[in-house]
């Protein structure tokens, strides 16, 4: 969560107050009055199939650096869910995918994200290793690294997908899930 002890508008001090109208606690300017909103985050990224293996790529940074992940990160400006699954893809796994449906979404409200999982297939079954990434490989089910999977999405997706294609039928998960992470990124992350 980021926090506004400076004004974007007029540069001056913030301070914590519920503000006329509102029930949150917020900061506001002491000059201006100018609201600093907090909101949370969406992270995108896609479930890569290919034939019927999946694509994990191994994170080479913080935080979970050495787990194994989806190809996901933040939603950037100016770009819809699905152009951000197609670019992290891309930065992450150097693959070309084609998106299919919203296959998975997250709440984490202990940490102000929301999580926006997509099915998509893998284009030519080509794909490499970005900048973030160690190394990226497509796992069969008994293959995949149960012990060493990053994040809590990251392993319910994969559950969710195998129970599904067992059914014959995927289906859109919407779930609250709570983070797996280090306590020190959490520790970051929300402050006591």
Known sequence: MS?????????QKTSWRIPTGDHNLRQVCSACNQIHYTNPKIVCGALVTWDDKVLLCRRAIEPR????????GYMEL???????????????????????????MYNFPQIGHVYV??????????FGNGPETIESRLFSESEIPWSELAFS????TLKHYFHDR???????????????????????????
């Open 65 to 72: 650096y050495g787990y194994w992940t989806l190809p996901a």
């Open 153 to 156: 999405s990251v392993s319910q």
């Open 3 to 11: 926090y506004f002890n400076f004004c974007g508008s007029c540069g």
């Open 78 to 104: 100016g770009e819809t869910m699905e152009q951000g699954a197609i670019r992290e893809t891309w930065e992450e796994a150097e693959a070309k995918i084609e998106i299919g449906n919203l296959f998975c």
């Open 166 to 192: 067992k059914k014959g039928k995927l289906e859109f998960h919407l779930e609250n899930l709570n983070p797996q992470m280090s306590q020190a990124y959490l520790a970051k992350a929300i402050p006591a």
């Open 117 to 126: 999982l997509f099915k998509a297939q893998l284009i030519n079954g080509f």
